[in-house]
């Protein structure tokens, strides 16, 4: 048989960095094929230069055998490619209809009522549920994904590049995604379906390519001989084990108190309602969720960047509610925050000045208020080598880092201090096996040492591995608090998309 | 209470629309540029440039009607350096603006002084008359108010007809909305951003020819410095106090311009303050508008942010036409 699409020997290069070296990837029709690698390995790129988003510096693309040059999204569509971006290429205050006929139309008037209705009808053809009349705006992330697929269908797409489409989904709407590229499947669609997420290439690929710092590092063609560690050593490079050992430990005394606590967001509506939780020390509580549905506002209540409206914020005892940020730093709150780059980091200041953002007006980093030049190149050099943060010298600016040693500096920072309380915030989000394991590492050790822990993390696995208790947090309320002993995921799923009855319902089947 | 009396008479009414038509020409531009994502501050230079070209062009021409199309012309041409540093160049926009504006001034006091020296004797260049539309200007009161003004007034109205059609029921509208708030989406569903940018960007130099050609050809027949004074503010003003529609940025020029045709009236009356007051009062007025009843507004979310395309998808499409 012949490959619908081949791309042979394709190079891209962003300045001097090389994103795509020479790539040869073949997709045969009605297939799935994976395209398996960590962040930064060029999955995206490779995706976006068969789009035409990006132009190649070297190599040819074939299209049923024939060469073609994509120089264009509109080229790519007229071939037949159509992709789905992992950050949604719609426009929000548009309607699904809009969305739809976007680019699509030559003819100057547009009737909106007759595309809505050959959109319903299309909706209907793919089983692909969207209310075309809808605002983009309010709809469900799963919803946009479905509006985004039957957009590239519509299209009359044959070729469809999905990239990370599960990374914002709940494993419900995870679920529905591939019963839906089955189906596709069967119809005769070709799929490349792109992720970092082992079991989800494990369960729906017909093949798996794994891409390597820009280099095809290997294609399985049969994957019922391989296991989830075949391919995870072959996406690192190295040999890994997967999984974290948490010893059993017994929890002490109540660190964090939540007491019906209300954050208010940007807008004049509370956020966060009426959430109730307690942390003991030594005990990592993760708060499971999909993005978007209170968690930043939350920590940002606890951390005291936001005020909370109503309820009460006990830590160790002490009222804390309505407190700046700086006392709950002093009072021993750590934060590793989830946006590294905005919160985390000032990029253009060194790695040594951001490893001391906290602690530099603290003895013995500053003595009226002139600092102590020793007393911070000693310590920081001593932080450097324990946390392995790896930088040509500690005045190099944070953001020439990889994102890896980036967020060890943030993870140094903030355990060195000793924290009572540790907010873990999507503290693995865009990292690499090695420097995930490494952040693992470090928050299992503060829970050995007696730390309470919030891990929040929509990465569900990571949840459910690190964990000794595990809240949902569903548009703001605490859904529910299990045990890791009793969650599963469908469990933790389900009350994520907000269904708690059923949650009781299975709990006590 | 003699001020009430103003609002009585079908005049004031006729002022505020006559006043209000360059605000309307230029805000009905902006819209467009802005709802593409270009931040547009430069209306205020673009507006004088068209005041001094409309003049101009009258007075070579000797016919108000070239006077426009040389209007056009001349705020086209301001507008496409905006489009060229703004969209290719990817300076910041408000800089862009900035220097624009300051750049409109100097142009066209300088070619005023060379074409015409410097002493007070000024030249006049035809213009327009006011032309009553037959029939629908015998209605009463309203008849006179909209029906009996300058034929620009009445392109204003065509223009806001037309460009709300257009942004709202056309399929090019969609994605020239598009474009301002999402460009990534528009490019991957196939469209040209900045094509669209572009264009946008020089309609609204259009328009803003016309609006500056009624300060000059409505009656006034000449043109002095900085004869715009702060009008395409203002008319920016009604953008976003309009919330980036048509409609409501005509609705918010309607309110200035009886702001100005009310302190006119009020001049006349002498009361015992000095008339800067009164010429202060629009501008007042466009400051009280924006800061009390308007709350919070969000403009199109890619406002301000050039577009940028991968560079080698140009030389590949280069690289095509060659193997051709």
Not at chain 1, 6 to 29: C, E, M, Q, S, W
Not at chain 1, 193 to 210: A, P, T
Not at chain 2, 59 to 67: C, D, E, H, P, Q
Request: proline share 4%; net charge neutral.
């Amino acid at each position: 048989m012949e490959p619908v699409l081949r791309v042979h020997n394709i190079t891209k290069r962003f300045g001097t960095n090389v994103a795509n070296d020479h790539i040869t990837f073949d997709l045969y029709p009605g297939e799935i094929h994976s395209l398996l690698g960590e962040n930064g390995a060029g999955k995206s790129t490779l995706m976006n230069v068969i789009y035409g988003v990006y132009g190649a510096d070297e190599g040819e693309i074939y299209l049923n055998g024939k060469r073609v040059d994509i120089t264009s999204p509109k080229q790519a569509i007229d071939l037949g490619i159509g992709m789905v971006h992992q950050h949604f290429m719609l426009v929000p205050p548009f309607t699904v209809a809009e969305n739809i006929m976007l680019g699509i139309q030559k003819e100057l008037r547009l009737d909106i009522k007759k595309a809505e209705e050959k959109i319903a009808e299309a909706s209907r053809k793919y089983d692909l549920r969207v209310d075309p009349h809808a605002k983009v705006s309010t709809l469900s992330v799963g919803q946009q994904q479905r509006v985004e697929i039957l957009k590239v269908l519509y299209r009359g797409a044959r070729i469809l590049i999905l990239d990370e489409p599960t990374a914002v989904l709940t494993p419900q709407e995870t679920e529905e995604l591939f019963v839906t590229l089955d189906r596709l499947k069967k119809d005769g669609v070709s799929i490349v379906f792109i992720s970092h997420k082992l079991n989800e290439v494990m369960s729906i690929s017909d093949r798996v390519s794994i891409l390597r710092r820009g280099k095809i590092a290997g294609c399985i063609d049969d994957l019922s001989s391989c296991s989830r560690e075949d391919l995870a050593s072959a996406m690192v490079g190295r040999q890994v084990t997967l999984g974290v050992d948490k010893p059993d430990q017994k929890p002490g005394d109540d660190v964090l108190e939540l007491d019906h606590i209300s954050v208010r967001g940007e807008g004049k509506q509370d956020v966060v309602k009426d959430f109730t939780l307690k942390i003991r020390a030594g005990e990592i509580v993760g708060l499971a969720g999909v993005d978007g549905n209170g968690q930043s506002e939350l920590i940002k209540g606890i951390t005291g960047l936001l005020p909370i409206s109503s309820g009460k914020l006990i830590l160790q005892g002490q009222d804390m509610t309505g407190k700046p940020p700086r006392a709950f730093i002093d009072a021993g709150v750590g934060h590793i925050p989830e946006d590294r780059h905005k919160q985390g980091l000032v990029l253009s200041m060194s790695v040594k000045e951001n490893l001391f953002l906290e602690t530099i007006q603290d003895k013995p980093y500053t003595k009226a208020h002139v600092l102590q030049k020793k007393a911070i190149n000693d310590k920081a050099k001593e932080l450097m080598e324990y946390n392995d943060i790896r930088a040509a010298s500690p005045e190099i600016p944070a953001g020439s880092l990889s994102g890896g040693n980036q967020q060890k500096i943030i993870v140094a920072r903030v355990l060195d201090q000793g924290p009572k309380l540790l907010i873990a915030v999507h503290p693995t989000r865009g990292l690499d096996i090695g420097a995930t394991e490494f952040v693992h590492r470090c928050i299992l050790k503060a829970r050995e040492e007696g730390c309470a822990v919030l891990l929040v993390s929509t990465e569900l696995d990571e949840i459910l591995e690190l964990s000794d208790r595990i809240a949902v947090i569903y548009e703001g309320e605490c859904m529910g608090i299990v045990s890791d002993k009793e969650a599963t995921k469908e469990g933790i799923g389900l009350l994520m998309a907000g269904v708690r009855d059923q949650k009781a319902d299975t709990a006590t089947a | 209470m003699e001020i009430l009396g103003i609002f009585l008479t079908s005049d004031f009414y006729s002022a505020t629309i006559r006043l209000a038509t360059p605000l309307m020409l230029a805000a009905l531009g902006g819209v467009i540029c802005e709802r593409t994502g270009v931040l547009n501050m430069a209306l205020e230079g673009m507006m004088l440039a068209g005041a001094f070209f409309a003049y101009l062009g009258a007075y070579l021409f000797n016919n108000a009607w070239m006077g426009l199309v040389v209007a056009m012309l001349g705020s086209m041409f301001l507008a496409a350096i905006h489009a060229f540093m703004s969209i290719n160049v990817k300076v910041n926009q408000v800089v862009v603006a900035l220097g624009l504006n300051t750049l409109s001034i100097g142009i066209t006091s300088t070619i005023f002084r060379l074409m015409f020296g410097t002493d007070s004797q000024m030249a006049h260049c035809p213009g327009f008359k006011t032309l009553s539309i037959p029939v629908l200007s015998d209605i009463p009161v309203i008849g006179p108010v909209l029906f009996g003004q300058y034929p620009l007034t009445y392109i204003a109205i065509a223009a806001l007809v037309g460009i709300h059609w257009f942004l709202f029921h056309s399929s090019r509208g969609l994605e020239l909305r598009a474009a301002g708030e999402n460009p990534q989406a528009l490019d991957v569903a196939g469209v040209d951003v900045i094509r669209i940018r572009w264009i946008a960007v020089l309609v609204t130099g259009a328009f803003c020819g016309l609006a500056g050609a009624c300060l000059t050809l409505n009656g006034l027949n000449t043109f002095y410095d900085n004869i715009s004074s702060g009008r395409g503010f203002i008319a920016y003003a009604a953008i976003v106090f309009g919330k980036w529609t048509p409609l409501g940025a005509t609705l918010a020029t309607i309110l200035f311009g009886a702001g100005d045709a009310l302190q006119l009236r009020m001049q006349a009356m002498n009361f015992d303050i000095p008339y800067y007051f009164y010429l202060m009062m629009p501008y007042l007025v466009t400051f009280l508008a924006l800061v009390f009843f308007m709350g919070p507004s969000k403009g199109p979310a890619a406002t301000n942010t050039p577009f940028v395309k991968d560079k080698a998808r140009k030389r590949s499409a280069r690289r095509k036409m060659g193997g051709n």
